[in-house]
């Protein structure tokens, strides 16, 4: 059993997030860390998550276990990771992965920056490898370097897109009943079939939900159960609020969850985990002028015409762009009224890249030219724009999917101008972050 981050001594400061974040996730965890009585004064409840990570992914029908398969270039656990990662208030987080995938994991963890991770080896079923990742928590157990938390949050290693309010709600309800679980309504009704593969008969559907994680559980409780657990759970249980029960008499209070809690196990599933997290990085919008009088103009009519395609359009002229790329935006659009020169875009990928941003998601850039062709023959301008694919080169190497847009317009039709380019640019970023399907290479 391996503890503590890999070449680290112990827990580090919240996860691969950019240097300096500011704004929305920080108030967001201060104020649920509040909740769990960390007032001035109030020693804050202890909060750990284990996350089975020791599976093979047959019913995934491929070679890669599941939780390391790509999705944009980056493997499927690295998201559930930062999912965490994200939650300040969680301070350490125990993956169990297999010995033959544990430097693996450890490259991952390196390669994305992730802190606060712990690696134990897994068992030979779900609930021995989180049995494991719980005795990497518990006091009881030799060389035992983690603190013994108040509350465990479990979740597998693949349901990437578990946010703050439900791990919130899962330990806040663990705090008062011991036990707590994410539950959805069913999709298809439950039915039991006879000896001969006939219906015997069916449960009403409305009267069941589906259990889904996250769970949490005050860690005695949970750590208590799987100690008395017989061989055949440890063997064929899928559901850790059932050992609750059995072993701890402890009955789990459910809480409603979001759709996007469900466990990648088919691969439509990554499918549309893909699918799902180039919707989610494709919404944010940066648009950087190279000048403030153009911010004004230029940049208000884009802002305007973008907003009816987007969700989070901002226009800047560039002295607010680091805060702008510490809330992770990872689109930008950097117009160049002025000249065809990339020193605008140059220093726009300088940042980009000082930043990180690009090693968790690819960063769309695309810088835009306008040239007025009664005043600049095309000729002399499209070789200075075409040195774009150089640059473009370059940057791919660092995950930043950089493009070229050339407007080449009359003054006087600047307005109409303007509607054509940004349908070119919604094409372009569309376009961008279509990119290749990673789940093709896992055939
Ligand atoms: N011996 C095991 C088996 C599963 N898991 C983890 O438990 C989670 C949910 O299990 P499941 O979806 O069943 O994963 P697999 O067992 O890998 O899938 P399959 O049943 O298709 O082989 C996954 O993160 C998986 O890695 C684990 O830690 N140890
Ligand atoms: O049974 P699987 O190993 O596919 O999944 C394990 C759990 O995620 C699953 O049983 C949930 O219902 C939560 O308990």
């Excluded at 409305?206 to 055949?232: G, H, K, N, T, W």
Aim: aromatic share 6%.
């Amino acid at each position: 059993m391996e503890l503590g981050p890999p070449g680290g001594s112990g827990p580090a400061e919240p996860g691969p997030r950019l240097r300096g974040l500011r704004g929305a996730d920080a108030a967001a965890s201060a104020s649920s860390l509040s909740r769990f009585g960390a007032e001035a004064g109030c020693r804050a409840s202890a909060v750990a998550a284990v996350l089975p990570a020791g599976g093979s992914g047959e019913r995934m029908g491929v070679p890669t276990p599941k939780q390391f398969c790509p999705i944009l270039e980056r493997p499927l656990i690295s998201y559930t990771l930062q999912a965490l990662e994200r939650v300040s208030w969680i301070k350490d987080i125990i993956v169990a992965v297999t010995r033959e995938n544990m430097e693996t994991m450890k490259g991952i963890i390196q390669r994305y920056q992730h802190k606060r991770i712990s690696l134990v080896e897994a068992g030979v079923t779900r609930h021995r490898s989180i049995f494991n990742g719980l005795k990497a928590l518990a006091e009881d157990q030799p060389n035992c370097r983690l603190s013994k938390p108040e509350v465990v949050i479990i979740h597998d290693a693949v349901r990437p897109f578990v946010e703050e309010d439900v791990l919130l709600k899962v330990v806040t309800a663990a705090q008062e009943h011991g036990a707590s679980g994410a539950i959805r309504p069913l999709v298809s009704t439950v039915i039991s079939p006879s000896a001969d593969s006939c219906l015997d008969h069916s449960l009403e559907r409305a009267r069941y939900r589906a259990s889904e994680m996250p769970q949490a559980f005050l860690f005695d409780v949970i750590y208590d159960a799987y100690q008395q657990c017989s061989d055949y759970d440890l063997e064929f249980g899928t559901e850790c609020l059932h050992l609750a029960l059995k072993y701890s008499h402890i009955k789990a209070k459910l809480v409603e969850g979001s759709p996007d809690l469900w466990k990648v196990t088919y691969k439509r599933d990554l499918y549309a985990a893909e699918s799902i997290i180039k919707e989610r990085i494709s919404q944010k919008v940066c648009v950087v002028m190279d000048t403030k009088e153009d911010e004004e103009h230029v940049g208000h009519c884009l802002e305007e015409m973008l907003k009816t395609e987007l969700n989070h359009v901002k226009v800047t002229s560039g002295q607010d762009l680091q805060q702008i790329i510490l809330e992770q935006c990872y689109n930008f659009v950097c117009v160049n009224v002025m000249t065809s020169d990339f020193e605008e875009t140059q220093r726009l990928l300088n940042m980009v890249e000082e930043s990180n941003l690009s090693i968790l998601y690819p960063v769309v850039v695309i810088s835009v030219h306008f040239l007025d062709y009664e005043s600049v023959p095309l000729g002399q301008k499209m070789e200075k724009v075409m040195q774009i694919r150089e640059f473009a080169k370059e940057a791919k190497k660092r995950n930043i999917l950089l493009s070229g847009l050339l407007i080449y317009f009359p003054q006087r039709a600047f307005n109409s101008t303007m509607c054509y380019f940004v349908r070119s640019l919604i094409i372009k970023l569309r376009e961008r972050l279509g990119g290749k399907k990673d789940v093709d290479r896992h055939g």
